[in-house]
Structures are given as structure tokens and as C-alpha cells.
């Protein structure tokens, strides 16, 4: 099949795809206004089979967010409210005696959905984090030496509020590095806020929204931005993008493996949802900030408790490392 064909096949499936996608973004914008880049990057976590990590005060839409694209999938959803006394078995689930077999049955908790809502996810003791990992990197749990999997698609979406430090515990940075993306959404500007005073006066209107996706629908899009190319330009292009965080003398860590594989596949999620089936480097460029600057960390974070956030220095080296042509 010559590149030609093989670009028209694809602009074939981002054509029929298209609508859905775009029903799914007007679905989500209706409750949260005002805010398509946070939506599009929200999409985009979904499209890349990956976890998304939203940061930002309270109040501005966290929640609503997580929930607007959990009741926009007809999927199955938890929420689970992190709190200092949740315990591991509490997410994952136990082991219970059934004395009519007199054998231990698996009880699977709240982690064993498709979409699953981690609010305020940093409340939890790290023992309690950790808890994810598992489940996050390979879509399965292991309980008293049997291994579980869990449905698909899988996607845990976290909140946090980074200016609160009473009774919180920072997550580590092998947690961090589980989330695809990191985003922040801020407060809306004066007109949409003002709209939502008046969207609310009857209720909350995310609970009367209706699915526009299936669960298998959602498995078939992953699968076919899988198919998205990325010329080899392009992946020349985020090695050196990742290898310059590892050459940053103010970085006690650069970003990982992972964190490189991370961009590539929300790059080809960018793609799709813009109905493309190629990769452009603006892909790249829009996408490192939130992919990677959560998989840094500074000398002075380290040494001084000095919290940088990272944005700065990933968007300093994406403007100094060349762009392919």
C-alpha cells in the first residue's frame, strides 16, 4: 500500500469517527464552559489508553471534569474519595471466607471499573497510593498471590490540590510517572463563570448527562491511534527533547522511559482527535509540557524543598531543541 493510500485510509476512519469524538468534547463542554484545551487534553489521556492527573485550587472544575467524562462513556464508574485512613484493601478489594465451600472468594472493591475518579488523591497515606500502581501500569491486581484483571478500558483519572499541605502526602515519583498527563484547568473567564451561575440554579447538569460512547467504541479508537504514523524524524525528535531533561545540570532527575513513550502515543492521540493520521511536530510541542514536566525533578526541590514545577524548564528545552522539517 503506497503512503498515499495509506493516509487516505486513515483520514477514512478519522472521518467516520469524527462526530462521536466531537458529540463526546460538546457532551463534556456543556458542564464544564469554557475550557476546551483542559477537555481536549482529558480526550486525549482517553485516546492514549493512559491516566490523567488534575492539579489545580479547589473549585474550579476538577471533579467536574473526571465526572462529565465518566458519564459521557457507558462505562462503569467509582468514585473514590482518598481520605488518611483508606486502606489498600478498601480500593482493591479482599479475600472473604465463604464457609459454605469453606474456601476464600475474592470481593473486588471500587478500583474494578472502567473509569475510576481518585479525588484528592494525595489525602492518602502513600501505602494507600501505592495501591495503584499495579493497576495503573498493567490493568490488574494481585491479591494473596492471584492476579485479577481489571475491565477495559481502564482510566484512572486523579484529582489533587497543590496549595494544601495539612494532611496531605505528596506522591512519589514512580506515582507521578504513571499518569500520561498532568494538567491544570484555572479559573474561567468573567462570561463563562457568570454562565455557570445560572447553569446550576435547577441542580448540578452533569448529572443529566447521557452516554455517547461505548466502552467497545472507546477500545476500538485506542486501537486505531495506535495505527497513527510518526515519521522517524519525529521520534528523533522526543529523544532529544527527553534526553536534554537528563543533561539539565538544575535536574536531579530527567524523564524516563516512560515518560518519552508517553508522548509519543498522546502525540498520535492529538493527531486523531484532529482527524489526522500522521503526527506533526506541533503535537509534540503542545503535549510536552503536560506530559513530561510532572517526570522532572529540580536540585532545589531536592536539596531545599524549593517546589519548581518543571513547566519552565520542559518549555525552555522545547524551544531551544530544533525542530525537524
Request: hydrophobic share 40%; charged share 25%.
Amino acid at each position: 500500500m503506497t503512503a498515499q493510500n495509506r493516509r487516505g485510509a486513515g483520514e477514512v476512519a478519522s472521518v467516520e469517527i469524527r462526530p462521536k469524538l466531537h458529540r463526546l468534547r460538546d457532551n463534556i463542554g456543556s458542564v464544564l464552559l469554557g475550557k476546551p484545551d483542559a477537555i481536549d487534553l482529558a480526550i486525549i489521556t482517553l485516546l492514549a489508553d493512559g491516566h490523567l492527573l488534575i492539579e489545580d485550587v479547589p473549585g474550579v472544575g476538577k471533579t467536574l471534569l473526571a465526572k462529565a467524562l465518566a458519564r459521557s462513556l457507558d462505562c462503569s464508574f467509582h468514585r473514590i474519595q482518598f481520605t488518611p485512613d483508606l486502606l489498600p484493601s478498601d480500593i482493591i478489594g479482599t479475600s472473604v471466607y465463604y464457609q459454605p465451600s469453606g474456601e476464600f472468594v475474592f470481593k473486588p472493591g471500587p478500583l474494578f471499573a472502567n473509569v475510576i475518579l481518585a479525588d484528592e488523591i494525595n489525602r492518602a497515606t502513600p501505602r494507600t497510593q501505592s495501591a495503584l500502581l499495579e493497576a495503573m501500569s498493567d490493568r490488574q491486581v494481585s491479591v494473596d498471590g492471584v492476579t485479577h484483571p481489571l475491565p477495559l478500558p481502564f482510566i484512572v483519572m486523579a484529582t489533587q490540590n497543590p496549595f494544601e499541605f495539612e494532611g496531605t502526602y505528596p506522591l512519589p515519583e514512580n506515582q507521578l510517572d504513571r499518569f500520561t498527563l498532568r494538567m491544570r484547568i484555572g479559573y474561567p473567564e468573567r462570561s463563562y463563570e457568570k454562565a455557570v451561575l445560572t447553569q446550576h440554579r435547577e441542580g448540578e447538569p452533569v448529572d443529566k448527562l447521557q452516554p455517547v460512547l461505548a466502552g467497545s467504541e472507546v477500545l476500538a479508537m485506542q486501537a486505531q491511534v495506535r495505527q497513527v504514523r510518526v515519521d522517524d524524524s519525529l521520534n528523533d525528535y522526543i529523544m532529544s527533547i527527553v534526553e536534554a531533561t537528563r543533561q539539565r545540570e538544575e535536574l536531579y532527575l530527567g524523564v524516563s522511559t516512560r515518560g518519552a513513550l508517553m508522548l509519543y502515543r498522546t502525540a498520535q492521540a492529538r493527531a486523531y482527535l484532529a482527524g489526522r493520521d500522521y503526527v506533526v511536530p506541533d503535537d509534540i510541542k503542545s503535549l510536552a509540557v503536560p506530559v513530561l514536566a510532572h517526570r522532572i525533578l529540580s536540585r532545589s526541590y531536592r536539596f531545599n524543598g524549593r517546589a519548581d514545577t518543571g513547566e519552565t524548564i520542559i518549555q525552555e528545552i522545547v524551544e531551544q531543541v530544533p525542530v525537524p522539517v
